[in-house]
Nanobody, 116 residues
């Protein structure tokens, strides 16, 4: 059974930092990453990283967020700096197998709230 389990969400003040972690079990993925979904909006890509450490970032994440991966532990982290209220969303960990166009597996989501 494939599972992606996120941790690290919470409430942070504007300008603050959070680190999200995701642990995968039951499968190894070519591509792991993070998506987010704000209330009333579609889920959008935040950042992904491949087994070869190729990284993709959404424009809003560039310069503020950093994705990293530990292949041995099958984990992926998202370091988020300079958080703003518009970053408030549920953040989902994702896993994608090579050759598939979209993620095959999702975590349950972790809430990130940026407010003073």
């Amino acid at each position: 059974q494939v599972q992606l389990v996120e941790s690290g969400g919470g409430l942070v003040q504007p300008g603050g930092t959070l680190r999200l972690s995701c642990a995968a079990s039951g499968s190894s993925f070519y591509d792991m990453g993070w998506y987010r979904q704000a209330p009333g909006k579609q889920r959008v890509l935040v950042a992904t990283i491949t087994t070869g450490n190729g990284r993709t970032y959404a424009e809003f994440a560039k310069g503020r967020f950093s994705i990293s991966r530990d292949k041995a532990k099958n984990t992926v982290d998202l370091q988020m700096n300079s958080l703003q209220p518009e970053d408030t969303a549920v953040y989902y960990c994702s896993g994608r197998h090579y050759g598939d166009g979209s993620p095959n597996s999702w975590g349950q989501g972790t809430q990130v709230t940026v407010a003073s």
